[in-house]
């Protein structure tokens, strides 16, 4: 059974850092993109970084220059360090598959929370 567990969110001033990483389970990770998507209370579920098998990296220009994704595949984790922190950031942040046709079922999600 494929499972996704964030972690690390938190409560931070603006122009704070924190650190979410993704445990996953199964064979989940194994030659797929992964993604970090973020969902704010009544805004839909929006893609933030994006990180194919090969390590490419993607981001939302609201995020470029801030947020970086990275992933070790021997470990099934996904990591995203998320720096000088905004309000706006504020959200729960959930990993998944990149494609949408294939997201499994999602975490519990991590919650970030920004203070200004």
């Known amino acids: 059974q494929v499972q996704l567990v964030e972690s690390g969110g938190g409560l931070v001033q603006a122009g704070g850092s924190l650190r979410l990483s993704c445990a996953a389970s199964?064979?989940?990770?194994?030659?797929?993109?992964m993604g970090w998507y973020r969902q704010a209370p009544g805004k839909q579920r929006e893609l933030v970084a994006s990180?194919?098998?090969?390590?490419?990296?993607g981001y939302i220009d609201s995020v470029k220059g801030r947020f970086t994704i990275s992933r070790d595949n021997a470990a099934n984790m996904l990591y995203l360090q998320m720096n000088s922190l905004k309000p706006e950031d504020t959200a729960a942040y959930y990993c998944?598959?990149?494609?949408?046709?294939?997201?499994?079922?999602w975490g519990q999600g991590t919650q970030v929370t920004v203070s200004s």
């Open positions: 998944n598959l990149l494609s949408s046709a294939r997201w499994v079922r």
């Open positions: 199964g064979s989940i990770f194994s030659g797929n993109a």
């Open positions: 990180i194919s098998s090969g390590g490419r990296e």
